[in-house]
């Protein structure tokens, strides 16, 4: 049961980002940065694909994915259908990924020490549905202020 709930909540938040990518009506303010905010809305999303791709793809299913996470920060101008294409794939890979995972899967020690201490798959998988809800926030908030008329 919470292998579905995680895939079904990771496929919402995750084409909820596609939809905030897609409203910006000039698609050079993805790019925008300004005052104290560091991180364009493209930037958060070339890292959450990186991040969910590295740490559910790489690591739980063994993918090959190979993350370069400086450039997720440091790539400028992505065209928005690029962005979209990157979204829809990661979403594909979560689907197929989890659902190859078992319920003692979940229970196991996630493969990678991530934060200094060993942890449940389940837990990380959690944290990293939780991270990409918090990203998500600051993309619509970086679209309703930095893309407004």
Known sequence: MLLQTLES?????LNRLKGEIQLYRDERKIWYIEKNIANSAG???LHL???????IGTELGKTNYIRQRDLEFSLKDIPRTELVKRIDNTVS???KVLGHLTSDDLLAIYPVMVFDKEMSTEYFLAHLATHLNY??????????????E
């Open 9 to 13: 909540l990771f496929s919402r938040d």
């Open 43 to 45: 930037n958060l999303c």
């Open 49 to 55: 694909v990186g991040n969910l791709n590295a740490y």
């Open 93 to 95: 890979m979560i689907q």
């Open 135 to 148: 990203h998500l926030g600051q993309v619509n908030y970086h679209r309703r202020l930095l893309d407004a």
